[in-house]
Every structure is written in C-alpha cells, then in structure tokens.
C-alpha cells in the first residue's frame, strides 16, 4: 500500500515534469522552484553461487528553490524523498550469515536472505527486512538537503550562511582527505556515488571572510600570500556516518541489500576454526548533537602564492566512522541461531563475556580443542548441550557498540595549480597539479592484537572480545595525495570536438604500527590490517560524443596494498531534450573477502538502468 | 507611387530637422529617419528616435572627429551599387538579380540565404548604415592619448604595453590604435575593445541549440556578467577596481537552467602578462567543489551541443600570442551586417522552429579583415578570418576554419548598443557550424538597470558566486 503510494506520487511527479516545458518552469523574478524525478533498476550479477537478479531500483523525488529577497541575500531550500522499490519486493538475494555450526570446522556461514526472512535451516536461517532503504523519510535527517539563508556583504568583506547544508572541502576524487565536513550516507551504495548525494547535510554556519576586501591584508600579502580569505565553519549538528550491516543475529537484525556491509567471517586466528554459536548485537554510541562541548569546528584559510592556490585547513570534529567497542554479551539458551524468542537470555556483563570467551577451559579454548579432542564442554551448568555430543541449544550474542564518541582532530593543506611551464599534447595544454595533505591526531583504531586478562595474546576477531579500553588505540595518520587533471586532446583523432578530461590521482595513507591495527573492526579476514603506507591510485576520464549527446565517464580505483579494484562506468544518453536524462551505470568491484573496502563489496556488482525526468 | 514615398522620406527629414532645432543632423540619422518614415515600422521609428538625441549625435561626431571618418562617409566616398541602398529586400529568389551581391555578403551568409534545408535566412532586408562608437570615458582617454602622443607598444612576446613598460589594458583605458597600420595593432584594438562597457549583466542569456533538422535539441539559460578591471572610465568605481592588479578582465556565468547544471558556475580572469594563462574555476554543484580549469585550454564548448567554445566567450577570448599566430591585416572593405540596434529591437526574426532566419536587416558597414593564422598547428582553428568594423573596432563578422583548411564555425551578432551612452551589451549571438550543420543561438537580456552595481565584489569569487541562487 505504500509502494503504491509512493508510485502513485512518482508517476504523478513525472507526468508533471513531463508536460511542463523547460520555459515554463515555476519561477519568479526573484525565485525559483524546480526538481527532478529519478527511477533506477538494476541487476545484480555478480551474487556468489546465484543467477543474476534484479538489484535495486532506487528512485528519488527531489525538489529545490531559492529566492533571492535582494542583492545580497539568497535563501535555498532542497528536498529529497527516495527509497528503493525493491527493498523487501525484490528477489532473494543471499550473502554470508553468522558461522554454519554444521560445517567442518564451522567455517562456512549459514545463508543470509537481504530481502526478508531466509528460506530456513539448515543453509539460510536468517534474514531481514531491508527497512531503512525502503523509503528514506525522516524529514530531518533524511529529506532536507538544504535549507540555508546567506547574507553576502555588499562591499564583499563577508559572507554569512547558516541553515541545513553541505560544504566541500579538498580536492580529491575518490577518497577524502580533508573532506571531512560531513559524514557520508552509505546505505543506498557505499562505493563512488557522487560526492553531492553522499555527503550528509548539517544545520551549521559558516562564515567567509575577504582579507583584502577588509583591508588587512597587509600582512598576509607581506608573507607572498595574495588575496587571503579566511572560512570559519561551525557545526552543532553532529552526525556520523549512515551505513547497515547485513546482520543476521536475530535480536538485531538488519539488512543494507547487495550495498549493505556484510556480516564479518568470525574465524579464530589461531585454530582457523569458525566462531560457532557466536552472533552480534550491533548497538551505537553517538555524539549528542546541539550541544556546545559536541560541536564541529573547521577553518580554512585561502590564499594564492607561487601561481598556485592553497588552502590551510583545521578540523576539530567528530569521527564519522566508528571503532567496536564490547558491551557485553547475551547467552541464549534454547536456540544455537541466536535467536531470543522463546529462548532464556542470560545477559553478561563485559568482565564476564571476556571471560567466557578467554578464560581457560572457556569458549575459545573448547573450539580449539576441537580438531585433537575436546575438552570439556564449558557451557554445561548454564543448560546448554554439548554440540560434540547432542543438538546444539545455545548461542552467544556479543553486544558490541559503533563507537563514534571520539574527536577528530585534523590539520592539513591542499595546492593547486596549473602548470603553466608544461604544455603538452597537440594543443599544447598544460596539466593542473593537485596536492593535498591532512594530518589527523589520535585517529581511533581497534586493535588487532591483544593480550587478554588471562595472559594469552589474542589477534584478529577474537581480540574485540575484551574490554574496549584495551581494544581501542589512538595513532596518527597522514595521508598525501598527488594529481594531475588533464584535457587531452588525441592527435590522430581530427575530428574531435571536445577535449576529454582526464584526472589521475595517487594517495598515500600512512600510519604508524598499522600492523597492530583493524583496518575496520570488525572485519579481519586473511589479517587485514591498516598498511603503513597505504596507496591508492585512482583515475577518471569522461568523453562527450556525438555533440555531447552521449557522455561517456569511467571512475576507477585501485587499491595497491589489497590487491582490490573498483570500477565505475557511466553512459548518459541526453538525446532526448532537456527534460529526460536516461543513464546506464556499471559498478565492478573486484577484491578478496574482508580486504579492504573492494574486499567488503567484492560480490555487489550491478549495472543500472535509471531514467531521470527534470522540470 | 515612387514619387509618392520620395516626397514622404523628404518630408520626414525636413521634420526631423525642425524637432533637431535646424540644425543639420548626422547624415546617418536623417537617413534613418527617412528610412522609419517610409516602413512606418514602430522599432524603426524608435531607434531614429534614439540615434538622434543630441547626446548621441554629438558622442558620435566627437568619435568621428577623433578617428577621422565616419561608416557615412567611407560608403558615400565608395563606388557602392545603385541599388544597395535602403529598403531592398533580397530573397532566394531574387538574389541571383543582384550580381554585385557575392561582394559584400560574407559568403556563410551567402550559404544561409541559399539554403532550402538547415538553418535558412529567408528574407534579407537592407536598412541604413549607422555609426557606431564607444563611450564618452573612452572616447576621452583615447582623445587624449593622442594628442598626448602616447605610443603603445605591441611586443612579439605578446604583450601591449605603454610607453613607461606597464600592461596598457591593466593599467589605463585608452584604446592603444585608432588607425591599425597592421594586424597586430588591429588584434590588440579589437582587444581593446572588450565588451564596451565597463560592466557588463545578461538577465539571463538562453542559448537554444538547434540540430541539423532544424530542432531545439537543448537550451540552457544563465545569468553572465562581465568586468573591466581597468582604464574604467564611465561606471563607479573609475580607473581600477580594487585588489585587481595585473588582471585584465573578468567573466562569471551562473547556469539557470536545464536543471542537471543549474548551479554550474565559472570564473573567468584574463591576466595582462602574456607568459600568464588564464585563472579559470567552475564550481560542480555535482561534487559541490570548485575545480581548477586548465586556462590553457579554451578549446572546449562551453556546455554540453554548444558551438561556442570558451575562446568565443564574448566574441573571441583567444589571448595575444605571436609566437603562436600571425596576426594579418589582409584588406579592407565594405560587408553587410547585421545592426546593433539590439537596445530598441532585434533585427533577425526567427521563425517558430526558432532555427531559421525569417527575417534579417543588414546595413553595410566599412571592415577592416583580420586573419589569424594558427602557426603551429596545434590550435582548434587554422585560420580566424574576422571583419572589424572601422568605427566601434569591434567585430562584425567571424569566419573561422578547421586545421584542414573547412569552414568550421561562424559567429554572427547584434550589440545592445545605446546610442545616447555609447555603451553596448549584447542582443543575440548566432554561431554556426556548417558542417554538422548545427546552430547555437544566444539571446540576451542586458540588464541596463543594474550594471551600477553588478558585478559585484564577489561576482568573481567562485567561492561566493557558488551559493548566487
């Protein structure tokens, strides 16, 4: 019934934008209303052990204004309404569930069903509902893109802005270094979405100051910096970043679809045995927003010098992504899937889930024994069955928290400039240099190796399960990019019309001890840890042909210390007017299990078919 | 019925001259309002109405005096045939009547007139010459660079420069040579030129697309603004905008329209030093980021099905470099252009295809022609072939060609040039291309009301000019 709703208002929509010409647009002499309706579908061909099935089929309904009252102020407002059609309507599709306990060393994973509830034990007992991509409708949070006002100075000394809104910083592609204003919205897909649709508005100000317009430039203009200008960013509304684990755990379960993180391979490091009988409750620990001690504060000062443009930048947030941090756990007797219903559920606290899980002859020390003979089953007393010996009755359900209560603390720098002494190509264009560099203080990390209060040294997913003052560690990380974007113009093509635009970028991320460290908690397949230097290197180039009609752009990255690739290829057909812009976009990710970010979404290959009507 | 209209045109002189006070007016505007008289067509009537004012007749007389001549007087000395004068109208049919016609018609016009398919121009109708000239402020400092004696100084680096060594067109707001003894001379006056306004706002300018069937394939709208930095002599603030040293000029577009690039913004600054290219930013509302733009490189359409390319951003863009180009002056002669009437009306009439021509007036006007050669191949066109007019030195006509030596584009335009100021803005801009036989048409709405206080400060600054609407 709301689907149908919602189809109802999107045909309507269209229909609307459709018979209205581009003349004839709402608008005034100082407004304007105007917005565009998007419908995607999509396949999924890459699913492990499945056929090719239809993907999502996300739309969007997005409308905007402004009004500009007078000269010098101009108020902007932007909504979005999206969702996809195929949450929960769309075929099975199944990635990896919680470690298979009837599999050889209980290293396969039980199915896990990303549009409802599995098809049953054994295989795909689990299951959800993917109810947050259904429609995205929290009109705070999810609907307002923007709702600003911004008062400019008419001798061009300042500009104010405050409202709901976003803020780019940087020059990267790809990958953000001093981006780092807005947390980003993954759910809908994780890997090279545009910029503008991922970034997560906030109610903040900001205000820009002219140096030279105020006339204390002096100074700066001693030093060689030319026309300075100073953008001070304040931001009470703290958000972190939006993303879903497919988790199968039923007391918390939750599914993002083929774009949804996937539930991590829970395997010991030391047996090489799969973590049976363990599930995990996913709980978050989030900044209060609209609180002074919670707020974000950024300062960017702009200025030319050597014929480049530079920028200082300062950040003094909060982190966007989180680290794990154990809360406890809940025993549940009456179901090995983990399942509370009907079950008694004994809770732990975090000293006793550390030591059902490393004290000796616990948990971990029962799975290991496995392989040579067992010992004692250590969950008797609690009613559990030995599973060497009976059905299986009882599993373990980690209570862990997304922790995003730390600060961000970051300094950094970007350099741009054209390099007016190098022209190269049969035009004899000269390439523009990027530069950009950010330096973060007491970036958190899980810690990959750890020694428990019983003495034994714990490395991988068995190092989470302690308490989160061990688990979590600070290291500073410096990350460096280098680009190049380039108009090239091809000799032997004579007939070209238009330049095609190429940008290659290169990214070191250096941190010290990485090797200590979760690349992201909680995955850690094959060891995956955070690389002293890790380099990407990332390359875009976009192509009009036939009078720019059909618009061709490729996005790639590559991930040199994970081996992993992502590829982005998008076809625009703008043979239809203004008004209808047909698209097809193909995503390839290419990585091993849990390496990396293409080793999270390694089977989420899709190619979309979207149709967008604009009014 | 000869006699009839004869004695009509005459009579409307006469009257004219009695509203003027006796006093015998510009040879230009009893024509005009002889020729309004006799086609009693309201905008006619308007534009003698305006070209007569007295401060225009006397701008026009002061320009005259300065540069020696006018358009008038250059025809009238011509061996100019009978019948091209006022009011004949010239068509597909009987084009072929007048054998003198290939001489005076740029040949891509000739094309368009013959056309039975793309992008025709049916109806050719002639109207009077005018005369044409910038403003008062730059009518006084050039009058007084001359009778100064100032000499400027056009370097094979590719600089202008005065006679102390400084960037003239960052420094002072005379035009550098009225009389143009080479091509050069005659690039860097047609430089100088400009826009012809020290500020300059299209509210908004549309560009129609049109495909080789004659359709509207795409129209984007946006509001342009243009700068003069320097040798500002007729809007506040005079002489130099502040914190603008070195810098020439500067243009700013915000895309309205279609919605995918509303947002779009670009800034464009245009350095004096000949070894500095160009500081160009766009704003991509899609990545809500400002891009460095290689300056080096205005090769590309502005937009998306555009013909007009960054280097034709208000007429020709292309910066001053002799290494690179010859610059020659090959001849002068006498074309027929559109007029820049664009203040009162707009002299081409489009049909409701909007690609095609139903109507146009052309006036002959004395041309200088400029060729500039691409030397080293490497440049999108080989040869830029452009008719400056002798008396405002800004373009009337450009041919430009590809490195195989084809007509590749053709740019065409109307000024809104107001006669009373001498200032002129832009009415619409027709570009061409005749062999995907596609058509940009740009119409312009020049924003008179507010060009004392736009473009502002920030118009320039990407930063700001982001968040414009």
Redo the contacts between chains.
């Keep these: 019934m709301r689907f149908q709703g919602i189809r109802g208002i999107l045909i309507g929509l269209g229909v609307f934008g459709l018979a209205t010409p581009?003349?004839h647009?709402l608008e005034g002499e100082n407004w304007?209303i105007?917005?565009?309706i998007k419908q995607g579908v999509s396949v999924a061909y890459d699913l492990p052990g499945q056929s090719d099935k239809a993907g999502p089929a996300n739309f969007l309904a997005e409308v905007?204004g402004?009004w500009?009252p007078s000269?010098d102020i101009?108020v902007?407002g932007s909504f979005w309404l999206r969702g996809d059609l195929n949450a929960n309507n769309g075929p099975d599709t199944r990635q990896g569930g919680i470690q298979d306990f009837t599999s050889a060393g209980f290293r396969d994973q039980f199915g896990f069903n990303t549009n409802g509830r599995g098809s049953g034990f054994p295989g795909e007992p689990f299951g959800a509902d993917q109810e947050e991509l259904e429609l995205f409708d929290d009109f705070n949070e999810e609907v307002i893109r923007e709702a600003s006002i911004?008062y400019?100075d008419?001798?061009?000394r300042f500009?104010f802005?405050v409202g709901k809104f976003?803020?780019?910083w940087?020059?990267s592609?790809g990958l953000r270094l001093l981006?780092v204003l807005h947390a980003q919205d993954l759910r809908e897909r994780s890997v090279l979405r545009?910029?503008?649709d991922t970034?997560i508005p906030s109610w903040m100000a900001t205000l820009?100051l002219?140096f030279?317009?105020m006339g204390i430039a002096g100074p700066f203009e001693a030093l060689g910096m030319h026309?300075p200008?100073l953008?001070l960013v304040v931001i009470p509304e703290v958000n972190h970043s939006r993303f879903i684990v497919n988790n199968p755990t039923p007391s918390s379960a939750a599914s993002g679809g083929i774009w949804g993180f996937p539930f991590p391979r829970l395997i010991d490091s030391k047996s090489n045995q799969g973590l049976g009988f363990i599930g995990v409750d996913l709980g978050e620990n989030e900044v209060d927003s609209f609180e002074l001690d919670n707020s974000e504060f950024g300062a960017r000062l702009?200025f030319e010098a050597l014929g480049a443009?530079w920028t200082l930048n300062g950040f003094y947030g909060q982190q966007d992504l989180p680290v794990v941090a154990l809360q406890g756990s809940n025993l549940i007797v009456g179901s090995p899937l983990g399942d509370p219903t009907g079950s008694t559920v004994i809770p732990l606290d975090v000293a006793n889930t550390v030591g059902a899980a490393h004290a000796p002859g616990q948990y971990l020390d029962f799975l290991r024994s496995l392989p040579t003979g067992p010992i004692a089953w250590p969950l008797g007393a609690f009613g559990c069955n030995d599973p060497t010996v009976t059905a299986p009755n009882c599993a373990l359900n980690l209570d862990f928290d997304l922790d995003y209560d730390y600060r961000q603390k970051l300094v950094g720098f970007s350099f741009?400039?054209?390099m007016?002494e190098l022209?190269l190509g049969?035009?004899?264009?000269?390439?523009?240099m990027?530069l950009e560099f950010s330096y973060e203080f007491d970036k958190p990390f899980n810690k990959a190796t750890v020694v428990t209060p019983f003495g034994e040294v714990e490395t991988g997913t068995t190092a989470l399960v302690i308490d989160p003052s061990q688990s979590i560690v600070e290291r500073d990380q410096w990350s460096l990019m280098v680009g190049f974007?380039?108009?090239l113009?091809l000799p032997f093509w004579?007939d070209q019309?238009?330049?095609i635009f190429t940008s290659f970028q290169f990214f070191n991320i250096h941190t010290d001890d990485g090797d200590e460290l979760f690349f992201q908690a909680p995955y850690s397949a094959a060891g995956s840890r955070v690389p002293e230097n890790h380099n990407y290197a990332t390359f875009l180039w976009n192509l009009?042909l036939m009078?720019?009609?059909l618009?061709i752009e490729g996005l790639s990255i590559y991930d040199d210390d994970f081996d992993g690739f992502i590829h982005r290829q998008r076809v625009d057909f703008?043979f239809f007017?203004?008004?209808i812009?047909p698209r097809l976009e193909w995503v390839h990710v290419d990585g091993d299990d849990e390496q990396g970010i293409p080793g999270l979404f390694g089977n989420s290959d899709y190619i979309e078919a979207s149709i967008?009507v604009?009014? | 019925m000869k006699n009839r209209s004869i004695k009509k045109i005459l009579l409307a002189g006469v009257l004219s001259m009695a509203v003027s006070g006796a006093v015998a007016a510009a040879p230009w505007v009893e024509q005009w309002q002889a020729f309004a008289a006799s086609t009693g067509d309201p905008n006619h009537a308007k534009w003698a109405e305006l070209i007569a004012s007295p401060e225009a007749v006397k701008l026009a007389e002061e320009w005259a005096k300065l540069r020696g001549y006018t358009a008038s007087e250059l025809i009238a000395k011509a061996d100019i045939p009978a019948d091209l004068k006022p009011g004949l109208v010239i068509n597909r049919d009987n084009m072929g009547s007048y054998s003198w016609l290939k001489d005076y018609l740029p040949p891509a016009i000739m094309a368009q007139l013959q056309s039975t398919d793309w992008f025709k121009w049916s109806e050719i109708h002639i109207v009077p010459t005018n005369s044409y000239y910038m403003s008062r402020g730059t009518l006084e400092a050039t009058r007084e660079a001359v009778e100064q004696g100032r000499k400027f100084n056009a370097t094979p680096e590719g600089n202008l420069l005065t006679e102390d060594g400084q960037h003239a067109l960052a420094t002072q707001g005379a035009l550098p040579f009225i009389h143009p003894s080479n091509g050069l001379e005659l690039n860097w006056q047609f430089v100088a030129h400009g826009v012809s306004i020290d500020n300059l706002a299209f509210k908004p300018v549309v560009f129609d697309v049109c495909d080789s069937s004659n359709k509207i394939e795409r129209q984007y709208e946006g509001h342009l603004w243009w700068q003069k930095f320097h040798g500002r002599n007729d809007i506040e603030p005079l002489g130099s905008i502040p914190n603008k040293e070195g810098i020439v000029e500067g243009g700013g577009m915000y895309f309205l329209k279609p919605f995918d690039i509303r947002g779009l913004a670009a800034v464009r600054l245009r350095y004096a030093a000949a070894d500095r290219d160009d500081d160009f930013r766009v704003f991509i509302p899609g990545l809500r980021r400002t891009r460095v733009l290689a300056g080096s490189d205005g090769q590309d359409p502005m937009a998306a099905g555009l013909e007009i390319t960054w280097d034709e951003w208000r007429s020709y863009w292309l910066k001053t470099n002799p290494e690179a180009f010859d610059y020659k002056l090959v001849g002068e002669t006498f074309i027929l252009a559109q007029p820049e009437t664009g203040h009162v009306y707009n002299p081409a009439v489009r049909d409701e295809s909007r690609c095609h021509v139903e109507k146009v007036e052309l006036e002959l006007r004395p041309v200088w022609i400029l060729e500039i050669d691409d030397k080293r191949g490497d440049y999108q066109y080989s040869k830029r072939r452009i008719y400056i007019d002798k008396e405002n030195y800004y373009m009337q006509h450009e041919e430009m060609y590809d490195q195989r030596g084809n007509l590749w584009r053709v740019w065409d335009d109307v000024r809104d040039f107001d006669p009373k100021s001498g200032q002129a803005m832009w009415k619409t801009v027709l570009e061409w291309n005749p062999i995907s036989n596609r058509l940009t048409h740009l119409l312009m709405d020049s924003s008179w009301e507010t060009i004392h206080k736009e473009p502002s400060t920030t118009t320039f600054d990407i930063d700001q000019l982001r968040d414009y609407r």
């Excluded at chain 1, 049969?426 to 523009?432: D, R």
């Design positions: 581009v003349s647009a304007w105007g917005g565009r905007n402004n500009q000269d101009s902007k911004k400019r008419p001798d061009g500009a802005k976003q803020r780019g940087g020059q592609d981006d545009d910029a503008e970034r820009d002219d030279r317009n026309r200008a953008e702009k443009d741009t400039r054209e007016r022209k049969p035009k004899n264009v000269s390439p523009v990027r974007d380039y108009f113009w004579e019309r238009s330049s009009g009078q720019e009609k618009f703008n007017g203004d008004k812009r967008t604009q009014f």
